[in-house]
C-alpha cells in the first residue's frame, strides 16, 4: 500500500491559490491519485483523480510530476467555504488494494 | 440519483446493546465500503464488498463487529454488544468497480454514541 504524507494543517486567505503536496515515494504502476474532501459533520467528498501529468475540473488542478512519486492539488482563489480537510488517496482498490484516508490537511481560510 | 443513503443519521445506545447500520448503495454501484471516523485515529477502513463478496475485512476491530451485503444495494454493519469506544461516525461509501480508477461516494455518515 502507498502511503502518503501531507501537511497536517494550512492556513490561506480569500482569494489565494492554495496548492497542498502529497508525497507517496511507493506508488506502484498502476495506482491513481485522488484527492477527497471533507467538510464538519459530512462524509467525504470527491474533488480530482489523476493518474499523471496535469488533470484540472472545475473546482481544481491536479498536477503530478513524472516520477508518480508526489502530486499538488491546487485550489484556485479559495474562499471561506474551502475550509475543510483534503486526503491525498493513492491506490487501485479494485485490483486487491484499498484505498485508505491518512491523516489530511487541514485547511483554513481567513476573511 | 440520491446518492448513498445510511440510516440511522444519529444514534445514542447504552453499553451492551446491539447496534445495527443500514447503508443503501448507488444504483448500479458493486463496491461497498464501511469507514469509521474519531478524531483519535481518523477516517478507517473497517471493511469492503466488491459484487456482495466481502474482499477485506481486516480493518474490522473485532468480532463484536459484523458487516453483510444481503443483496446488490444494501449493507448493515452490526455491532453486538456495544462499548462505549464504539462512539464514532460510521461512513458507508459506494463505488463502481472499473480498471480506469475509481471514485468512492460516501454517505452523510451514521454518529454513534455508546453511554
Known amino acids: 500500500l502507498a502511503k502518503t504524507t501531507q501537511p497536517i494543517s494550512m492556513d490561506s486567505y480569500e482569494g489565494q491559490e492554495v496548492n497542498i503536496t502529497c508525497s507517496h515515494n511507493?506508488?506502484?504502476?498502476?495506482?491513481?491519485i485522488t484527492w477527497y474532501q471533507q467538510f464538519p459533520s459530512q462524509g467525504p467528498r470527491f474533488i480530482i483523480q489523476?493518474?499523471?501529468t496535469k488533470v484540472t475540473n472545475e473546482v481544481a488542478s491536479l498536477f503530478i510530476p513524472a516520477d508518480r512519486k508526489s502530486s499538488t492539488l491546487s485550489l484556485p482563489r479559495v474562499s471561506l467555504s474551502d475550509t475543510a480537510v483534503y486526503y491525498c488517496?493513492?491506490?487501485?482498490?479494485?485490483?486487491?488494494?484499498?484505498?485508505?484516508f491518512g491523516q489530511g490537511t487541514e485547511l483554513s481560510v481567513k476573511p | 440519483d440520491a446518492g448513498v443513503i445510511q440510516s440511522p443519521r444519529h444514534e445514542v445506545t447504552e453499553m451492551g446493546q446491539e447496534v445495527t447500520l443500514r447503508c443503501k448503495l448507488i444504483?448500479?454501484?458493486?463496491?461497498l465500503f464501511w469507514y469509521r471516523q474519531t478524531m483519535m485515529r481518523g477516517l478507517e477502513l473497517l471493511i469492503y464488498?466488491?459484487?456482495?463478496?466481502?474482499?477485506?475485512d481486516s480493518g474490522m476491530p473485532e468480532d463484536r463487529f459484523s458487516a453483510k451485503m444481503p443483496n446488490a444495494s444494501f449493507s448493515t454493519l452490526k455491532i453486538q454488544p456495544s462499548e462505549p469506544r464504539d462512539s464514532a461516525v460510521y461512513f458507508c461509501?459506494?463505488?463502481?468497480?472499473?480498471?480506469?480508477?475509481?471514485?468512492?461516494?460516501f454517505g452523510e455518515g451514521s454518529w454513534l454514541t455508546v453511554v
Open positions: 461509501a459506494s463505488s463502481l468497480d472499473r480498471v480506469s480508477g475509481n471514485t468512492i461516494y
Open positions: 511507493n506508488i506502484a504502476t498502476n495506482d491513481y
Open positions: 489523476g493518474y499523471k
Open positions: 488517496l493513492v491506490g487501485v482498490y479494485n485490483q486487491g488494494g484499498k484505498l485508505i
Open positions: 444504483s448500479g454501484h458493486n463496491s
Open positions: 464488498f466488491n459484487n456482495n463478496v466481502p474482499i477485506d
